[in-house]
């Protein structure tokens, strides 16, 4: 076992789970951060999407990022132009941490799935948590509204359709509910960590 990758839809605990690995002692990479610093930092990723989309240009000529999440997820072939940006860099990005990791590493994104990056991992733990409650956490957190949340969840799998996909590709995952506290989510991920370190 050397790497596990978590997803599950927007809200539903992904970056709990993560941390509570985290201060574990494991090696983790949040893939939504991952993709911001290419943003920022990459001049050719940075050039098409203001090229592809000059009204996200903030006044330093920098990625407005709230403002190019607004536009693309109003408009699914937008999106897709923007995923075939970002998604291969991503992408590079997992293979390489992999490859010159010796210890778990361990990765979380909401779209593991869609982007096919679940074939870069050894194992998947998909998150799911009640859809009121994912939105209840995420218009709490990050001041969301509930018509952006619904826009956001729109565009990602539900979670048959992610058992779905790696089942038939038999790629081996586990689920974790977030439908309590912390502290039950706590507990139920360093139990699944356990049964992982055994495999």
Known sequence: MKS???TGNIGSGKSSVL???????????????????????????KNDVLEIFPKVKSNKNEIDIKKLGKIVFNDSKKLRTLQEIIWPQVEKYIINKIKNTSNLIIFEGALI???????????????DSK????????????????????????????????VKILS????????????????????????????LSNK
């Open 4 to 6: 596990l990758g978590i």
């Open 19 to 45: 941390n509570i690995v985290k201060n574990m002692g494991n090696t983790t990479y949040d893939l939504d951060d991952v993709a911001k610093n290419f943003y920022k930092n990459d001049p050719n990723i």
């Open 113 to 127: 799935i869609e982007a096919e990056w679940y074939k870069l991992f050894d194992f998947i733990w998909i998150i």
């Open 131 to 162: 859809v009121e409650l994912s939105q209840n956490r995420v218009t709490n957190s990050r001041n969301l509204s509930k018509k952006d949340f619904e826009m956001i969840l729109s565009h990602q799998n539900n979670i048959n359709e992610m």
């Open 168 to 195: 038939m590709n038999n790629v081996p995952y586990s689920i974790i509910t977030n439908n309590s506290d912390f502290k039950t989510l706590q507990k139920e991920t360093e139990k699944k960590f356990k049964n």
